[in-house]
């Protein structure tokens, strides 16, 4: 009932957004008179942001289609490389650019799409041949595709780097995790080190990753611990209606992980809006544009596998079982004592409200049998959880030091 709901009011809303960015339209154009007086210009700045809020939004392009080289242009190409069910490999080639280290950024499946880490890969791509982890919405997967939880993201890391190759060449392959996917990026990384896997990569980043969510907790680790495990399964599990490919499944909807972020920082989006508003009725096309350009990636969600939501709940907040030496990957233990060669970066940013500080430091201390000079931790200062990984902090503050990282390891 719950997603039949959403989808109602999605379809009534979409309708409101075109007739809303018709009459903005209409109360701007140089024909009107309207558009010369002060309200006309108000009522259509409001009429716009209406528009904006209310579209409908479905999974975002990249758009990344060059990069910057020695000071040559350079051409890149999306491809998929390697697929399965629940995700793909994504490259960026960049035309004629071969010999560099290989990088896997491993975006989260948290609800957004990985084009939230556009910012992420634009700023990688000088330096590295640059792959990504292209999480589908699980409501376009058909039933008879099976099942996805915590096992089968770790086996789909690890199919992922066998498809990238053996870690030898020029720079060989390293690995970055952003937030969720920080846990079972590290859960491979120790079991294939244990297996001596030849495709295990040099380094492993891991930026604003719950890894032991019982230092400096957040309101998000609250959440996830105030209310018993069988409480997210009757609340938050709904399952996917007629008219999707997935019809049947039961997911954890998008829809109410993005309800439930922006609740936590309501006043912040709300004043995001009111600055919009205020652009548009002084005619700040580029001011208002910032604005809309982050809420367009932010509010395009995807769903989450019941499976794969409830056990993160359940292994990453509730039982801390990676940190406690718990954590098993299809019943065998997980043992990050058996990383001894693959070189540990951990990033936090000084003022995240969804990753606390210390919790991904935290793997440095697990990682008991990892010499000290392949471990390195970094705190961007007045960086907030999204900040250590788009934005100006990450490009100038962060970034250099996974360059640096990736190069003293290759």
Known sequence: MLYDAYELQRKMLAGASAMARLGAGWLQGPANPFSYMGGGTVVASALEVFAHAAAPRGKPAFGLTHTVIDGDEVAVHEEIVFQRPFGQLKRFRREGIEQAPKLLIVAPMSGHYATLLRGTVERMLPVADVYITDWRDAKLVPLADGRFDLDDYIDYLVA??????????????????VCQPSVPCLAAVALMS????????????MMGGPIDTREAPTAVNTLA???????????????VPAGHPGAGRRVYPGFLQLAGFMSMNLGNHMQSHWEMFAHLVQGDGEGAGATKAFYEEYRSVCDMTAEFYLQTIDRVFQTHALPRGLMTHRGRPVDLAAITDVALLAVEGEKDDISGLGQTKAALTLATSLPAELKRYLVAEGAGHYGIFNGSRWRNMVAPVVEQWIAAHS
């Open 194 to 205: 244990a297996d001596a896997h030849p495709c295990r990569p040099r380094t492993l980043t």
């Open 225 to 239: 611990t105030e209310r018993p495990h069988s409480w997210f399964a009757d609340n938050v599990i709904v399952t």
């Open 160 to 177: 992922f780097l066998a498809a990238i190759g053996p870690n030898a060449g020029q720079g060989g392959t390293h690995m970055l995790a």
